[in-house]
């Protein structure tokens, strides 16, 4: 709560993700609070994975999602209302799975990325497959 700023790693599958592994380390009666702090605070959620490409080499595939006023905003909305977590979660599903192409705001998620990189020749059937996982 001193304004520094802390950037920090967290495992998760995807962006939609990154905010139920960080609330599974928080005891309930502090979800709430931590909830609406993440959702203040946060900058952006990214994940990365490594898929295999047609030599055997790896590429790193990021999904992203930047917090924008608007966005953060929305969230806070959200969160403050009767099962707001759940809300939140939705609304951050919601929008990487209902933009093929990606917004101003975050990527195309990981399945959209892996057909398009597989049609282009980038990622093998291997990587395809590890993406869509």
Known sequence: KTGHPVMSTIHSNDVA????RIMDLVPPDQQHRKLTE???TAHAFIAQRLVETPEGKLIGVREHLFFSKSIRND?????????GYGLVIQ???K???DNPQGTE???????????????KGLISKKGFDALIA
């Open 105 to 119: 705001n975050s990527s195309p998620n990981f399945e959209n990325q892996a057909k398009d990189l597989l049609n």
């Open 38 to 40: 993440t959702i203040s």
């Open 17 to 20: 993700n990154v905010l139920p």
């Open 91 to 93: 609304y951050i599903r």
């Open 75 to 83: 969230l806070l909305d959200l969160a403050i209302q009767a099962g």
């Open 95 to 97: 929008m990487m799975n």
